[in-house]
């Protein structure tokens, strides 16, 4: 019988703690505005009540693309309606970005590509989304021009740097470009490199 007596009173009060945290709960909402990777931070909303309007918040600026609008997912399908459409629970919206294209320029410095190079085997744009690797493989890089015939070995590529007319100092010292990382931001010039203008 203790027993029981016990099990009601544990149950009593369970019930009682539940009541109370319910009541002194918050029952406010928030909204986080997720902006993504190399763009400015927008502050999350809070204190929205339910049925209310998200307040329009300031626009993220990015050095990578222009922003578009804020979506309800990550894939951004649905644009959010903040004139017309309330909040029923806390949620995330989603920047969306028309990102840049920028141009990939290759300087070959005196030399020429292969006769028989595939058109866009060299990638002549990139976006801050993309990765850019540069292919390799005596029959698609550059052929120097040969400054001595009898000696066409000072003549072979050695691969990109992004300095013009850099000494041969500075050549070996410089790493040269074998890709561009994701990430990258702004128009580039590559220029090629070949065995004569460096000293060994």
């Known amino acids: 019988m203790k027993k029981i007596i016990l099990l009601f009173i544990l149950v009593f009060a369970s019930s009682v703690l539940v009541a109370c945290d319910n009541q002194s709960g918050d029952d406010t909402l928030s909204v ?34 222009d922003f578009v609008a804020w979506y309800k997912e990550p894939e951004c399908i649905n644009e959010w309606d903040f004139e017309n459409e309330t909040l029923s629970k806390s949620i995330t919206l989603y920047a969306k970005w028309d990102y840049f294209v920028f141009t990939i320029t290759y300087d070959l410095r005196g030399g020429y590509w292969p006769e028989d190079l595939a058109e866009g085997t060299y990638p002549t744009t990139y976006t801050y989304l993309t990765e850019v690797r540069f292919p390799t493989g005596t029959k698609v890089i550059p052929i120097s021009p040969k400054d001595d015939p009898n000696n066409p070995f000072r003549g072979l590529f050695l691969g990109w740097w992004l300095e013009p007319n850099m000494t041969a100092e500075e050549l070996r010292n410089t790493p040269k470009t074998e890709s561009i990382p994701k990430g990258s931001t702004g128009d580039i010039v590559l220029y090629a490199y070949y065995t004569r203008d460096r000293i060994f």
């Not at 997720?34 to 600026?61: Q, S």
């Open 32 to 65: 986080v505005f997720f902006t993504g990777p190399g763009a400015t931070h927008v502050p999350t909303a809070y204190d929205l009540k339910v049925g209310g309007k998200i307040p329009l918040p300031e626009e993220p600026t990015s050095a990578a693309a």
